[in-house]
């Protein structure tokens, strides 16, 4: 895994009247990324608290020279944002918090152990009938909360299904989404990971 230079990420409280949250990235390495921004394994400093070892969580960052004179990029993230704080339920990635600072945009995750689907098949090449019959079961039940919240994900990959542990997948990544009462996009609009579409697709889209 690619290494990074940061170590710690402060989260200043807009009113002074609490001492800012250092987010420690562990073993200064970054977990991934995207188009929109890269993902570290972070653990919570409280001056005055004792560190917890055993709590971690996924933080996005997400660097705003690279968005901030793109309307699109900057109505995504904001968009990201706003989408992912509205969901709360047992198969969607956990939203905890965001904030900002000169330079980047954060977005607190939670943390999922077994890293994505993606990541899991690599190592075991194959998964047997019972347990796609498994993930998928709870993969849907997902899909029937973001449909009962008219979200709609647009980017629904195995690298953005995550295994908080071996039992328990979610559906996480929503960079590319929109709620379908606020759709102002044009009809047709094509988006998405583009090893997921069909040849016909492929010659159609707009990434």
């Keep these: 895994m690619k290494e990074v230079k940061i170590e710690k990420i402060y989260d200043y409280p807009k ?9 420690v990235i562990v073993n ?3 977990l991934g990324g995207g188009g929109f921004g890269e993902v570290f394994k972070v653990r919570r400093e409280e001056e005055g608290e004792p560190p917890n070892n055993n709590q971690f969580f996924a933080l ?38 965001s904030f900002e600072d000169e330079q ?3 977005i607190l ?15 075991r090449k194959t998964l047997t009938e019972y347990e796609t019959r498994y993930y998928m079961f709870q993969v849907l039940q997902g899909l029937k909360y ?8 647009r980017d629904l990959t195995l690298a953005n299904l995550f295994l908080k542990d071996i039992k328990s997948i979610k559906i996480g990544d929503f960079g590319l989404s929109y709620i379908e009462t606020e759709n102002e996009e044009k009809p ?17 889209s707009e990434l």
């Excluded at 009113?15 to 987010?23: E, L, T």
């Excluded at 973001?146 to 994900?153: A, F, G, N, P, Y």
């Design 15 to 23: 009113n002074d009247s609490r001492i800012p949250v250092a987010y």
């Design 28 to 30: 200064n390495e970054s």
């Design 60 to 97: 996005k960052k997400i660097k705003k020279e690279g968005i901030i004179n793109d309307k699109d990029k900057h109505y995504r993230v904001l968009s990201e944002i706003k989408i992912h704080r509205m969901l709360k339920n047992k198969y969607i990635c956990k939203y905890e918090h």
């Design 104 to 106: 980047n945009i954060y």
């Design 109 to 123: 995750l939670e943390y999922c152990e077994r890293k994505s689907l993606d990541d899991y098949l690599k190592i």
């Design 146 to 153: 973001l449909r009962r919240k008219k979200v709609v994900h």
């Design 188 to 204: 047709g609009l094509m988006c998405g990971t583009q090893g997921y579409f069909t040849r016909s697709e492929e010659h159609t």
